[in-house]
């Protein structure tokens, strides 16, 4: 029987796939054909969604991007049997666009059934567990820091280093909690592998909890990914059934289950602390710090705070050691990272690479340039509180360091990509009122200064003499000054960023009208 595949995951549903597959089924059966239809997880390439993939000859030929006005004539083009037809793609193994990506964490992304643990044990699942469950703590704790592996959530603290912290922590009980509250504008790369690749993420979690002596994991998943959660729980149920969660794990002497909860929409609660405070039932408003999580978390218990890719990296490092992870990537900035394409895009996606490629080689190569076909204009990196580039930083290497040195960050690996007709201030105006609504209203920088920046912006693109504007500028600094030094989380801190770079590129743009230069950081 001839298996095609078809995913069952949010950006494939947002675009048709499921009257794509009802149509396949109609046709399928108009034409005495039978055929299985196996729902696997995205590959990320969102410009091919709808992708069907065809089982031939042991490979997987591609199609898309599929729409139910091209069913008919691929089966008129025997597509079942390779069969040539416009949207054939080839050997998905020979796709340019994937051939160059070095797939780790992602690496069975789309190639499996993505609920199926025996699928998942085929492609090689479980091996870090079975690893951890025959490694003491120490040893564990040694391989996570001998990868290099950083957190991927935005912060790219040292993995191993928080680990070590809680493991060595005195408690009767510690908690591993997984940041699933993916709000970043143009990120993504969790919910991929929730919805392909779920087993990864619990694997990586028991392993985190054995490692440090925790029982009880919880998964903190934003409320818009309803898809993730319902394949989560399905998920955990399968896992619980095979004996990988609760009492004595594969007959082991260590207990470990995993919970799941759903947020309420907010996006201060990516933030560790105002997530913590969430789950445990209270608003979600920032901690002061210290205490760390590490040491008081959940419940005032010490707690491992990851996010999804963090955790579903650590089962590749316990399978295949630590120095084949870190042989990946550059300096400090070891392994490979998910970046996600977005925004005025032609080639929006996922692209798994180790860190090293420019900002510039990665929108070229990968990205294929911008959707309108306009010249690139700025690409906004780490979410809607990065720093905008362009011109000669779009050569800027993909790694912390050099991102931190050229006044940005790399945060959750969330790219938007813009044309030359953005308003820089106009972006600017977006992160201080993004600060202004999003802002859980703890500290007074963050809670006013960023009203007052919106304001100050509105001030600056109405008024019409240069020496006012002057002023509008340096009372602008102030604001971002203040942000910075004086606000309790990144949610403030972190605003000044992306707001001082678009403002410095609005200023290059129009130096010959007689735009003010203000030396603003950084």
Request: charged fraction near 25%; aromatic fraction near 8%; glycine fraction near 12%.
């Amino acid at each position: 029987m001839t298996k095609i595949y078809l995913p069952r995951e949010t950006t494939a549903l947002s675009l048709g796939v499921e009257e794509v597959i009802a149509a396949i089924e109609k046709e399928a059966s108009d034409r005495k054909i039978t055929l299985q239809i196996i729902r696997n997880g995205s590959r990320g390439a969102a410009w091919l969604e709808p992708l069907l993939e065809v089982e031939f000859k042991g490979k997987r030929i591609a199609y898309g991007p599929m729409t139910t006005a091209q069913v008919k004539s691929l089966f008129e083009a025997d597509f079942l049997n390779a069969g040539e037809h416009e949207l054939k793609l080839g050997d998905l193994a020979e796709i340019v666009w994937f051939k160059q990506q070095q797939r780790l964490t992602f690496s069975r992304c789309g190639d499996i059934q993505s609920l199926s643990i025996d699928d998942y044990k085929k492609h090689d699942g479980f091996i870090g567990l079975s690893t951890a469950l025959n490694t003491d703590s120490p040893n564990i704790i040694k391989n996570i820091l001998d990868s290099g592996l950083r957190g991927r959530g935005g912060a790219a603290f040292p993995a191993g280093i928080k680990w070590q912290t809680v493991a060595n922590a005195e408690a009767d009980c510690k908690y591993i909690v997984c940041n699933a509250d993916e709000g970043d504008s143009g990120t993504f790369s969790d919910r991929l592998i929730m919805e392909g690749d779920p087993y990864s993420l619990i694997e990586g979690m028991i392993i985190a909890g054995i490692a440090v002596g925790a029982e009880l994991g919880f998964i903190y998943l934003r409320s818009e990914y309803p898809l993730s959660k319902t394949i989560l729980e399905e998920a955990l149920g399968r896992a619980r059934e095979a004996g990988y969660l609760g009492n004595r794990i594969q007959d082991s002497a260590y207990n470990f289950d995993i919970r799941l909860h759903i947020g309420a929409g907010a996006y201060i609660c990516g933030e560790e602390t105002s997530l913590l405070e969430s789950l445990e039932g209270k608003r979600g408003q920032i901690r002061f710090k210290p205490p760390l999580p590490a040491i008081e978390g959940l419940y005032g218990k010490p707690t491992v705070v990851n996010n999804v890719i963090t955790l579903a990296s650590v089962p590749i490092i316990l399978a295949k050691g630590a120095e084949y992870y870190a042989n990946f990537g550059q300096g400090k900035s070891l392994g490979t990272m998910p970046f996600q394409l977005s925004g005025n895009i032609k080639h929006g996606g996922l692209v798994e690479i180790p860190f090293g490629l420019t900002l510039r080689e990665l929108i070229e190569d990968f990205g294929g340039g911008t959707f309108s076909g306009k010249p690139l204009g700025a690409v906004q990196v780490g979410g809607p509180l990065g720093a905008y580039f362009a011109g000669d930083q779009l050569d800027t290497s993909l790694d912390y360091e050099s991102f931190a040195a050229a006044g940005g960050m790399l945060g959750h690996g969330g790219i938007v990509v813009f044309d030359d007709s953005v308003d820089y201030l106009k972006q600017a105006r977006f992160a201080m009122e993004f600060c202004a609504i999003e802002s859980c209203g703890k500290c007074t920088p963050c809670r006013i200064g960023s009203v007052r920046g919106v304001e100050v912006i509105d001030r600056i693109r109405d008024i019409q003499y240069q020496e006012e504007r002057v002023e509008h500028y340096e009372l602008l600094e102030d604001l971002c000054d203040t942000l910075e030094d004086a606000s309790l989380c990144a949610m403030g801190g972190l605003t000044p960023m992306p707001v001082r770079s678009a403002v410095k590129l609005h200023q290059l743009l129009n130096q010959e009208n007689d735009e003010p230069k203000i030396n603003l950081k950084r």
